[in-house]
Nanobody, 115 residues
Framework: QVQLVESGGGLVQPGGSLRLSCAASGIIFSIYAMTWYRQAPGKQRELVAR???????TYADSVKGRFTISRDNAKNTVYLQMNTLKPEDTAVYSC?????????WGQGTQVTVSS
């Protein structure tokens, strides 16, 4: 059974930082691309960052230079380091993996950027 469990969200002031974690189980973690998505109230879900099994990364234009995705295959965990946070980064952040054509999502973690 594939499970994804996110952690690390919270309330932070503009300009602050947070690191999100997503722990995966039930898969051979190292062979799959992992993706962070976010969804703000009233908006569509958007891709934030993706890291492949070969450690190639892609980012949404809105977070380039501020967010960094990484993975630790020994810990079956993907991270999202978020720096210089802005109010518009406020959203529920979820991690995703596609296994055999099936999409799996974590429960999400709330990130709120506000003074």
């Amino acid at each position: 059974q594939v499970q994804l469990v996110e952690s690390g969200g919270g309330l932070v002031q503009p300009g602050g930082s947070l690191r999100l974690s997503c722990a995966a189980s039930g898969i051979i973690f190292s062979i799959y691309a992992m993706t962070w998505y976010r969804q703000a109230p009233g908006k569509q879900r958007e891709l934030v960052a993706r890291i492949t099994s070969g450690f190639s990364t892609t980012y949404a234009d809105s977070v380039k230079g501020r967010f960094t995705i990484s993975r630790d295959n020994a810990k079956n965990t993907v991270y999202l380091q978020m720096n210089t946070l802005k109010p518009e980064d406020t959203a529920v952040y979820s991690c995703h993996v596609a296994v055999g054509g099936i999409n799996y999502w974590g429960q999400g973690t709330q990130v709120t950027v506000s003074s």
